[in-house]
């Protein structure tokens, strides 16, 4: 007899990501009628480490950015080999596709490609059983909301201003609940933006919804900030700071060049600028603040700077490097982005390997995003206390902490905010 969980169809469709460039959507159809729908983000800093996202090259459509191979891979490789298969065995599904694929970084169907299966058909069981995502990927346990990690200022690779650092973040670890956190934020977000038009710099905005404006130096960028907070009627004890600098972006030759800035700076030089940050201002988090080749500088900054350190770029939601960190002892965190290694199940193989070395994980987005909210569900079901999803406007960012906002409502006086625990572990 066949179960409700069967698969019985899977369909693959080119959409549009908010940078307006194509990305993978699919849909998993079970024999019990139950479909579950998703879409993949993308990155624009991304790290050379990273599972590969298959482009079709063809410039006449789209300059080369569509993604017809990889929906195409989904109707002719991945279904074949997945109908008949039992949605609810996420990782029989995820290595079904992994071997299908047969290489280390998944470039023979496309990162994309296997991704989207791979949430399509979380979805799809999770409808099947009639329970939300972050229920049947977590469990009756699964109720700690993360703190929300919000980009307000952009520079980088994000932005065409003359800011280096690629993300200037909020942190309302002091909130009593998601939902005030937002609040909080939502309120330090629009007040900058008054500031910055108060002083005559701009309020346009960068691919992940925080301003652009031309400031002269990081430490302007985070006096500009706090001031935002402060005059929002915050202190820094209740909202901190945490930056990405996406290191990997200024690494050549064993030299940090700041292109915008036109500085340079070896290892240590950078050591010492992170250092002093994190000694002047509340900063209480920093991503990516070395390049993703330069472990022992890594270690380095693991001793020399007592605050959160994530690998994005570093670890590139791969155990293998994480694995690798975590005998160096380089960083104490790591990003968790889906599509850096392109099934749910090694995402939480990574959060998991990651818990028991005693390293914190952050879920994120990516700088081109779709509506798709999976990452909120994720957070929820993995209970990791923080994510990363851009500033609290724009409705791809919205899209994710409105999900968190409905989760924490459904879930009711059982939600937890993660709250100030989270940085305590630290
Ligand atoms: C979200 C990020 O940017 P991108 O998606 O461009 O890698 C990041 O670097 O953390
Ligand atoms: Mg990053």
């Not at 957070?379 to 999803?389: F, H, R």
């Amino acid at each position: 007899m066949k179960s409700g969980f069967e698969i019985s169809s899977i369909y693959g469709r080119e959409v549009l990501d908010s940078r307006g460039n194509p990305t993978v959507e699919a849909e998993v159809k079970l024999v019990c009628g139950a479909v579950g729908k998703a879409s993949v983000p993308s990155g624009a800093s991304t790290g050379i480490f990273e599972a590969h996202e298959l482009r079709d090259g063809d410039e006449t459509r789209f300059e080369g950015k569509g993604v017809l191979n990889a929906v195409r891979n989904i109707d002719e490789k991945i279904s074949p080999v997945l109908i008949g298969m039992d949605a609810s065995k996420q990782v029989l599904v995820d290595h079904a596709m992994i071997e299908a694929d047969g290489t280390k970084n998944k470039e023979v169907l496309g990162a994309n490609a296997i991704l989207a299966v791979s949430l399509a058909n979380a979805r799809a069981a999770a409808t099947a059983m009639q329970v939300p995502l972050y229920r049947y990927l977590g469990g009756a346990m699964a109720r700690v909301l993360p703190v929300p990690m919000m980009n307000i200022l952009n520079g980088g690779k994000h932005a065409s201003n003359i800011v280096d650092i690629q993300e200037f973040m909020i942190v309302p670890f002091g909130a009593p609940s998601f939902h005030e956190a937002l609040r909080w934020g939502v309120e330090v977000y629009h007040t900058l933006g008054k500031l910055l038009k108060k002083q005559g710099l701009s309020t346009a905005v960068g691919d992940e919804g925080g301003f652009a404006p031309d400031l002269e130096s990081d430490e302007a960028a985070i006096h500009t900030i706090i001031e935002a907070i402060e005059t929002a009627g915050y202190t820094t004890d209740e909202i901190g700071i945490a930056l990405d600098a996406a290191a990997s972006e200024w690494y050549t030759d064993g030299e940090y060049i700041l292109s915008k800035r036109k500085q340079r700076m070896d290892t240590g030089a950078l050591i010492d600028h992170l250092k002093k940050l994190a000694d002047e201002f509340p900063i209480l988090s920093i991503e990516d603040g070395l390049a993703d080749r330069d472990w022992t500088g890594w270690t380095r900054l693991t001793q020399e700077v007592p605050i959160q350190l994530v690998g994005d770029d570093l670890f590139v939601t791969n155990t293998q490097r994480l694995e690798k960190g975590i005998k160096e002892h380089a960083a104490n965190s790591i990003l968790i982005k889906v599509n850096q290694i392109g099934t749910l199940t090694e995402t939480f193989e990574a959060i998991e390997m990651a818990r028991s070395a005693g390293y914190t994980a952050i879920i994120s987005h990516r700088s081109g995003e779709t509506e798709d909210t999976s990452i909120a569900d994720i957070a929820v079901a993995a209970g990791t206390g923080q994510l990363k999803a851009g500033a609290p406007a724009r409705t791809d960012r919205t899209a994710k902490y409105n999900r968190l906002m409905r989760i924490e409502e459904a879930l009711g006086d059982a939600a937890m905010y993660a709250g100030r625990e989270t940085f305590k572990r630290l």
